[in-house]
């Protein structure tokens, strides 16, 4: 079965740096859309970066654009975050997912809107705690 698991969370000073990683199994990696949600506590979960696997093609949330990169390296079914120049209002638990069916078509923001819309269907991790403080 799909399984989704995350790592390389931890806390850090404001402007420093982590990258978030999601190793994938149980299904052949590429051909999916696939993205980075974040919740904090009385919020809701937010997209913050997507990527289509077969093309590579990203998109950001405009909150994280310029700072966050979303990368892959299918060899590794893996899924990265790198997150730069990091908030307080970046903390949050990091998730990453899985669209449920291969989109017919994808690119990074169709793959956003995807994801977003249909996040009770999506294939989740169970998450990483980023805290940054100030």
């Known amino acids: 079965q799909v399984q989704l698991v995350e790592s390389g969370g931890g806390s850090v000073q404001a402007g420093g740096s982590l990258r978030l990683s999601c190793e994938a199994s149980?299904?052949?990696?590429?051909?999916?859309?696939m993205g980075w949600f974040r919740q904090s506590p009385g919020k809701e979960r937010e997209a913050v970066a997507s990527i289509d696997t077969g093309g590579s093609s990203t998109y950001y949330a405009d909150s994280v654009m310029g700072r966050f990169t979303i990368s892959q390296d299918s060899a590794k079914d893996t899924l990265y975050l790198q997150m730069n120049s990091l908030k307080p209002e970046d903390t949050a638990m990091y998730y990453c997912?899985?669209?449920?069916?291969?989109?017919?078509?994808?690119?990074?923001?169709?793959?956003?809107?995807?994801?977003?819309?249909?996040?009770?269907?999506?294939?989740w991790g169970h998450g990483t705690q980023v805290t940054v403080s100030s």
């Open positions: 149980g299904y052949t990696y590429s051909g999916y859309c």
């Open positions: 997912a899985r669209e449920r069916t291969r989109s017919a078509f994808r690119d990074g923001a169709t793959c956003y809107g995807h994801l977003t819309r249909s996040q009770g269907l999506n294939f």
